[in-house]
């Protein structure tokens, strides 16, 4: 067997049992809308999507997140591998809730950037001194990783008549 592909197995053995021991991401994302950035002819354009996602074990927080997504006929196929650019903005919908403890950096949403390499994250953390809840969307890979990030702040504050706002740093540790 040639040193490459004894290279490419032992890589996609490595891909696969990295996503078993991982939990899945409960979050579920919505596509908002999206929009044409390069048009194609005869093939989907690339477009920009934004997407809203929920905080799973927060109550009252929402996150969007704007992704690029490429097109032409690696895109219409779904093996482009999609650029790690990423934008997350994060805000207080209502009440804020906690469902339970957490970790700092505990995932909140997980998806696949590309078919075996590249994944985009959020992830939450707490900054207890200021009571902020922290969101930071980022992508790696698998072999090199990817510097692109962007990060969103929530200040907890209480919401209508519910009183004293709940502090972070009872609930993320």
Known sequence: MGMLLRRWILAALAVALSGAFVA??????????????????????????????DDPLVEGVACHYTVPEKGGVKGMFGVAEEVSEVSLACRQIGPIKFKEKAEQGDVVFRERRSLIWKKMQIVRGCDAKRNVLVYLVYSDKLIDGSPQNSTSTVPI???????????CSDWIR
């Open 24 to 53: 899945p991401a409960m979050a579920q994302e919505d596509l908002i809308f999206k929009k044409s950035t390069v048009w194609k002819a005869l093939t989907p354009d690339d477009k920009l999507a934004v997407y809203g996602v």
């Open 157 to 167: 504050m209480p919401w209508g008549n519910t009183g004293e706002a709940p502090k």
